[in-house]
């Protein structure tokens, strides 16, 4: 048994955008829901028993809302494809200017079906991000983060952090309203709760900001501002670069030179800057996280899916895309099938997390003190 | 260490400065307590040691402040960070990562020190602050005095040569501040670190300063002096000092200890007398009933099994941890929360079931952040809305505020209120519709004494009245004030119901200073011990008298 330590932040949002990027290569529902299942197996698995590694569930939910919302859009304005009417809805002609635009009318079996697919996955990219955000906060990202981006990475984080804050204060806020004899629900109440929110947020960045700078954040180096602006430009490129070849990667129907060489010039490029911005920052790091075997075999588990759909895509279409027009049972693609089964091996592969003993205070769950005994 | 040579500082859009000519010296390895009215310019004194202020608020700094010999006009605050740690009012507010580890780890990293010093530091300061345990944890299943002291700690590591607090306590109960206030004393006795804190509650600090600051606020002059000097004059002072200026005390005690072996002929001639306790009116309504009530919070009980009965014209008061359940049990008496085992009952009906002036007849609570009751832009437009939320006589709130804070202007933006005035106007607009029953969730905490004086003789008056009072607090010397029962509670169970000055005296933690003084005698207060002896009783405030106005009777249908 291998003693257990955090994984690097890094190959779990490797992994997981890698199942991400397979989830955008087909709407095969059976492939799609397989990934869901792989990404809340890993989740379950290796999860800190942190407050933000709770927010999977959240994602869950969403997913599922996207999906209903999808199928709703689909019904109500999208056109009609296929023969198989399921209910009839009173259509509404529009005038000659909104001509393309259709709103009510049949609802057919096969274009339900068809939102369904697009909404699964869309659903899944999602539920693959949420799986990464309760692996491996933002914040533990930012340790591993280029010391020149690291200015921009800080940004990031205290957004991402004062979300979940806007929510508790907007639900504070509206529970108050019942004291003064107020509905503490409905419009009214979230507009007379935001102004009030919306100044509590500004004052506790004010707060993080003083609080930051009196703990010598962004203290001068002793870099000079070419060498810095150089190492920018090229984190910045190499970034866009990513981008870029990413969408290239993704998008089918897009050419080759987008792809995989645009995707590797970025890397390129990224690393680079990293590795200049490295040897002229002033800032240090306590205790970086280690890239050892086991993150290796994470982030190769998650290439693996992606490497999977690509070839999958090469030797069976048909299945990768399931026809909805006459609708037809989907079919499992071995080598997809094979990659999934390939991406949920961190559930074993990645060494189990430590305890943080993160109760909610003032919390002493019977579980938890006999896991500290 | 820290010179002030000559200071003013003024901010734009203020006609007056609002620190003036501040010329002083902190040498090394002292502990220094600042005290003043709160807005008196504390918080400006404390930022300006790091260049906070004015590099970050802005404003203009005459004269120069000098820390370790570096000129806060050339070097911002992340150039000091070195030198200075500061540690914010709200320790939350300042964390920047998300576990204890990393948050200790922050500051060295900013500094640029080797991975290897890191670790070791991180280690000590682990130690030195009993976080061991915590390393890993989230910094948001902390509980106060633990975010308090990782806060301490963050800035610690750093190795700065001077800490700077701002109000460490304030928001802890005693036990949480006790902890923050023995680590401060380590690192005073044993590092040498010069350690300057502003503190409302003196009670808890002012045995351990060196010096006392005072900033005046109103343009006079700081005074600097050594703490038993100052206090003989000054015209706050904690309850150890009171006593100590009526009875004669020379040299003045500044620590129970002291007033303890002083106190032994004060006790003699106390025997046989008893303290003078306010009557509570025989033909007492019950107004709030809480029996056997269980709240969850998913599998978590915040509160289990427990009953509560007031009367009218009684004072009560929730005592216990910070997560103790107080909160809960306010929020359960005007049906906020979760669903609930068990009955609460007030004025006769569930306040669950009700809403609009129907509920603010019967029951009203002040939040612990009194600010979120206040929407509005201006005084005025405020107490107009609680007219009409109380349905009410329009006039009714702001003659209410006219004669608790008569020193409140109509346009002034319920955010540019000071914390006390803030606390005010809520009471106010809760009182609009005069429920008989009164809930406050932490009323004390960021007033200064004068203010919190002023609160204790409105709840008196209010309670004489009729109205009763439930106020959750870690405040031991205004319990000692107006409470006439203490329940205790913790981990959401009671687990002491009973008269002030029982509950309070039979435990060290709860009991007030005079009380620990004057013990096995049963006395709480310093006027008190003065009625007695000289059968004079403190006068009342003719003003406040006024709002005493009898709850509505019977509450609309």
């Known amino acids: 048994m291998r003693e257990p330590r955090w994984l690097h932040a890094g190959a779990w949002w490797a992994w997981a955008l890698g199942l991400a990027a397979a989830a955008s290569r087909t709407t095969n529902p059976l492939l799609l829901s397989l990934l869901v299942v792989t990404a809340a197996t890993v989740v379950h698995a290796r999860r800190p028993d942190a407050p933000w590694a709770r927010s999977f569930a959240f994602f869950l939910r969403l997913g599922v809302v996207i999906i209903v919302v999808r199928i709703g859009v689909q019904v109500l304005f999208g056109a009609a494809i296929g023969t198989t009417t399921l209910v009839h809805l009173p259509g509404i002609v529009l005038p000659s200017f909104l001509a393309g635009v259709r709103l009510g009318g049949d609802v057919t079996f096969e274009s339900v079906l068809m939102a369904f697919y697009d909404g699964l996955r869309l659903a899944t990219i999602l539920i693959c991000v949420g799986a990464a955000n309760s692996l491996a906060s933002p914040t533990r990202l930012l340790k591993s983060v280029p010391a020149a981006m690291y200015e921009l990475g800080v940004s990031v984080v205290v957004a991402m952090t004062f979300t979940p804050q806007l929510v508790t204060d907007v639900d504070r806020l509206q529970t108050t309203r019942r004291l003064r004899g107020r509905a503490s629900s409905g419009p009214r109440a979230i507009a007379g709760a935001a102004v009030p929110v919306l100044e509590g947020a500004l004052e506790r960045s004010v707060a993080l900001a003083a609080a930051m700078d009196s703990r010598g954040y962004g203290r001068r180096g002793t870099t000079t501002a070419s060498a810095r602006r150089l190492t920018v430009v090229a984190l910045l490129g190499g970034l866009v670069a990513c981008c870029i070849g990413a969408y290239g990667l993704v998008a089918s129907g897009s050419p080759f030179a987008l792809g995989l060489p645009m995707l590797a010039v970025g890397v390129l490029l990224a690393v680079a800057g990293a590795v200049a911005a490295g040897r002229t920052a002033t800032r240090t790091r306590y205790r970086p996280d280690p890239w050892r075997v086991s993150e290796w075999l994470v982030l190769a588990a998650g290439l693996a899916v992606v490497f999977a759909f690509l070839l999958a895509q090469w030797l069976e279409p048909a299945a990768m895309n399931p026809s909805v027009d006459p609708a037809v049972w989907p079919s499992l693609p071995l080598v997809a099938v094979l990659g999934i089964t390939l991406g949920a091996t961190p559930a074993w592969t990645s060494p189990t997390v430590p305890l943080t003993n993160a109760v909610e205070h003032p919390t002493r769950s019977p579980a938890t003190l006999k896991a500290a005994a | ?557």
């Not at chain 2, 807005?39 to 004015?54: Q, Y």
């Not at chain 2, 502003?198 to 808890?204: N, P, Q, T, V, Y």
């Not at chain 2, 007033?259 to 306010?278: E, I, K």
């Open chain 2, 1 to 557: 260490m820290i010179v002030f040579d000559h200071v003013t500082i003024t901010y734009p859009g203020t006609h007056a400065p609002t620190l003036v000519d501040v010329d002083l010296t902190i040498p090394e390895g002292e502990m220094v307590l600042v005290v003043g009215r709160t807005g008196s310019g504390k918080s400006t004194l404390l930022r300006a040691i790091n260049g906070l202020v004015p590099h970050f608020t802005g404003g203009t700094l005459a004269g120069r402040v000098l820390v370790n010999g570096r000129d806060t006009a050339h070097h911002p605050p992340r150039e000091l960070a070195d030198v200075v740690g500061v540690v914010p009012q709200d320790p939350m507010s300042g964390f920047v990562t998300d576990t204890v580890e990393d948050e200790l780890a922050y500051g060295m990293e900013c500094l640029g020190l080797a991975p290897e010093v890191m670790r070791r530091r991180v280690e000590e300061t682990l130690d030195l602050l009993g976080l061991a345990e915590l390393r890993q944890r989230p910094l948001r299943s902390l509980s106060g005095g633990q975010r308090q002291r990782v806060a301490i700690g963050a800035v610690l590591t750093s190795h700065p040569q001077v800490l700077v607090l701002d109000e460490p306590t304030s928001a802890l109960d005693p036990g949480a501040a006790e902890e923050v206030l023995a680590a401060l004393q380590r690192l005073v006795h044993d590092l040498g670190v010069t350690v300057v804190l502003a503190e409302h509650r003196l009670e808890r600090v002012i045995q351990y300063a060196d010096q006392v600051i005072v900033v005046p606020g109103d343009g006079r002059p700081v005074q600097v002096g050594r703490p038993g000097d100052i206090m003989l004059n000054a015209p706050i002072a904690p309850p150890v000092v009171e006593l100590g200026r009526l009875a004669g005390w020379h040299p003045l005690p500044l620590s129970v200890r002291d007033a303890r072996r002083a106190a032994g002929p004060l006790r003699d001639l106390l025997v046989g007398r008893t303290p003078h306790l306010r009557a509570v009116p025989v033909e007492a309504r019950r107004l709030a009933l809480v029996e056997r009530l269980t709240v969850r919070y998913g599998s978590r009980a915040a509160l289990r099994d427990v009953s509560l009965s007031v009367a009218s014209g009684e004072v009560v008061a929730l005592m216990g941890r910070n997560g103790a359940g107080k909160s809960t049990l306010l929020n359960a008496m005007v049906g906020i929360g979760p669903a609930t085992q068990g009955r609460v009952e007030v004025d006769g009906s569930a306040p669950a079931t009700l809403s609009g002036p129907a509920l603010l007849r019967r029951v009203g609570l002040v939040p612990q952040e009194p600010g979120d009751l206040l929407e509005a832009t201006t005084v005025a437009d405020e107490c107009r809305a609680s007219d009409r939320d109380a349905d009410c006589e329009p006039g009714t709130t702001r003659a209410l505020v006219a004669l608790m804070a008569p020193d409140i202007e109509d346009g002034t933006h319920p955010r540019d209120l000071s914390e006390g005035q803030r606390l005010l106007v809520a009471l106010c607009v809760i009182l609009a519709a005069r429920p008989p029953l009164l809930l406050l969730d932490e009323p004390t905490r960021g007033l200064d004494y004068p203010t919190k004086a002023r609160l204790g003789r409105v709840l008196a008056d209010l309670a004489a009245a009729g109205h009763a009072i439930v106020l959750a607090t870690h405040d031991v010397e205004l319990v000692a004030d107006v409470a006439d029962r203490v329940v205790i509670l913790a981990d959401g169970e009671v687990v002491a119901d009973g008269p002030t000055e029982q509950v309070v005296t039979s435990s060290p933690m709860f009991a007030p200073q005079v009380a620990k003084i004057l013990s096995p005698q049963h006395w709480l207060t310093v006027d008190q011990v003065a009625g007695s002896l000289f059968r004079a009783h403190a006068p009342i405030d003719a003003a406040i008298g006024g709002i005493a106005t009898p709850p509505a009777s019977g509450a609309a249908g």
